[in-house]
């Protein structure tokens, strides 16, 4: 229905039974002139657009008739014995927002004599809005005057309200919808995408993609929206948008009627909570690192100087750990070492070799280097670190390799101990990486934190072993030297352990001049086994030294004393007593008597260099288990050139190695050395290197013995005699 705002005699309205404008026909064939059609043609389009619920309507030109069918009635909600089809009255059944614009819609038709095409609401008796949507042609004569305006209207409300709930969708979504054409022209953007692009979606439809946003030409964007666009499938991505808003964005390019929509959400704070936990995994992991690093061994002076090698490049570009002595005077370089470096950039990595070796030397007393030392606190340069570093250096071949190795930012990290500054870590960054963050200082500090406290242990660890090493030695004295044989003793101490071991061995003689071997054994690693193995040393020493009893009696007798003295020491032992009759000299041999309680078997190496080990029928218990137990012996005769070897378990035991595997390598490993023909030191000496690992898990003692012609000299490898005063000379 369209009122017409022009100055013409009263409109009239009317319907025709066949629901076509009353005496007029349209021009069906589209030419835009009148024609007089047939009246069954008439008929068929009139059932046509009534099946259709269209309503027509005709404007006569000429006398301002308006006429309608009588779905157009049904349209705009009129009676048609109610309607009389004046202006006034045409206007109330429209919105009032609306008149204005279908009236100047009408004006444009009738001013240029071609297609009408106008929307327009009109409110309904129930509260109801309908929308319709109306279409019309001028019809003209073969003159091309106008005579009238005929049309067609429809319902579009459930479209438009579609639409509207379409639109609405859009708005209320939580992420960024904008639609494009396939001119990459924008149709459509929603209120999340003004919020998230920053600008109003005025200034964005209708122009180019590229044009609203230049910083996507060339970026993950365009190769990705081009790819949706070309293979015609939904891609999904996130990228950083590097200028305003400056954002990072998850991105659902979706292919649409030969354009480009995009779904897009701001995951900034996402981005950053992940680059967050990131770097503190990366910390996390570089702690447990440098933590691994420096308790995997006590010797923390190599453990720290790789640590330049962890920190490089997680924390700076290159690195240098220093090492404090505790010799000279405090402060002073002359007590700095640098003990490990490294560098990023491989090809640095010998000009660093280089300044590493000068630059201690070439230190100036306010050097940032002592400068940390003397306050304990941390030096910082955030840049111009070239210059600053050639200020504190002495003339000298470290100030042109400072520049070549050209840093811009340092820091200076003391490494603590226990109330003193035990090491330096000094990091640097070149040009092209900023001065460290915050994150990477705490990083830092707590590297060196955990550096610092390594060493120091390391510096208590040496102190304790060193004393330890003394005690023990204290306790294990120099073997005797008889005439009729050689002694080689050995003591090699756990490797990660400070404190003394239970292991002892012993070699003396009697007063009938045989000479007593004893090896043994106290259960335990620590001060209290180390001051018992010294108690049973010394009871089954002093038994053994005053009478000429055998092996077994001596290891009952001090079984005894120990439960007398309540030690509550429990510990292996073998005896063994070389002696000799006048046949046996005459002969050559020696006889060997020895009782084991619960030790490892004895090893016997022939001269002819066959292995034999002397292993009883049944062990016998441990000492301090049953007091009263009855010791067995054994003997066996040896003759000139034969050597006797007594050991502790930590010889042939270990956690991945049962006792019977360490025993047949043990004789493997002996035959392998007799046929070397090698002294007893040296035999001694290379059977423990093969036989331990670089870091032993337990003590280890060792008593050989060798047994030579004594008609002849004494040989020269085996020293000259000793033996106490007033004893035989045998």
Known sequence: ME???????????????????????????????????????????????????????????????????????????????????ELAEAYRHIHPDDVPRVAADVEAALASTGAYTTEYRVPLPDGRTRHLSARGQMITDAAGNPLRLVGATHDVTAERESSERIRAALESLAIGYLAMGADWRMTYVNARA?????????????????????????????????????????????????????????????????????????????????????????????????????????????????????????????????????????????????????HADEAMRTTLDAYAERRIPALTEDSFLLRALVTGRSTTVDSGATAAVQRVLAPSQARDLIAELAPESMVVLPLRGRGRTVGLLTLFNGSTRASMTAAERDTATDVAG??????????????????????????????????????????????????????????????????????????GHDTEAAAAMGQARTVLRSLAAVDHEGPAEVLRRTDEVLETLRTGIIATALAGRLEQDEDLRRRGLTRLRWSSAGHPPAAVVAPDGSVQLLAGEKADLLLGVVPDTARQEHEVVLGYGTTVLLYTDGLIEARDQPIEEGLQRLQETLTDLAADDLSLDDLVDQLLERMLPPQPEDDVAVVAVRLHDQHGPRPAEAGSDRTPPGLPDT
């Open 3 to 85: 009122p017409i705002p022009r100055s013409r005699p009263q409109w009239s309205a009317g319907v025709d039974g066949d629901g076509l404008p009353a005496g007029r026909s349209v021009d069906v064939a589209g030419t835009g002139t009148a024609a007089d059609g047939d009246d069954a043609g008439r008929a068929l389009l009139a059932l046509s657009v009534d099946a259709a619920g269209i309503g027509t309507f005709e404007v006569d030109v000429a006398t301002g008739r308006l006429t309608w069918n009588r779905r157009m009635f049904e349209l705009l909600g009129v009676a048609p014995e109610g309607f009389s089809g």
């Open 194 to 342: 003004e919020r998230l692009t920053g600008r109003s979606r005025d200034a964005l439809l209708g122009r180019s993609l590229w044009e609203a946003f230049p910083a996507t030409v060339g970026t993950v964007f365009e190769e990705r929206y081009r790819q949706a666009v070309r293979s015609g499938e939904a891609v999904t991505f996130e990228a950083h948008y590097p200028r305003e808003p400056d954002v990072w964005v998850e991105v659902q390019a979706v292919p649409e009627n030969g354009g480009l929509t995009l779904y897009f959400l701001d995951i900034t704070d996402r981005r950053r909570a992940q680059e967050v936990a990131a770097e503190a995994a990366r910390r996390h992991a570089l702690l447990a690192a440098v933590t691994e690093q420096l308790t995997g061994t006590m010797d923390a002076e190599r453990a720290v100087a790789y640590l330049a090698q962890l920190v490089v490049p997680a924390l700076a570009d290159w690195c240098i750990v220093t090492l404090v002595d505790d010799e000279g005077p405090a402060g002073s370089r002359r007590n700095l070492r640098d003990i490990g470096w490294w």
């Open 450 to 523: 955990r550096a610092g406290l390594a060493l120091d242990n390391s510096r208590l660890y040496r102190q304790q072993r060193d004393l330890a090493a003394g005690l023990q030695r204290s306790l294990l004295t120099r073997p005797v030297q008889p005439d009729h044989a050689q002694i080689v003793v050995r003591y090699t101490p756990a490797a990660e352990a400070a404190d003394v071991g239970g292991d002892w061995y012993d070699a003396f003689m009697q007063p009938d001049g045989a000479t007593v071997l004893v090896i043994g054994d106290v259960i």
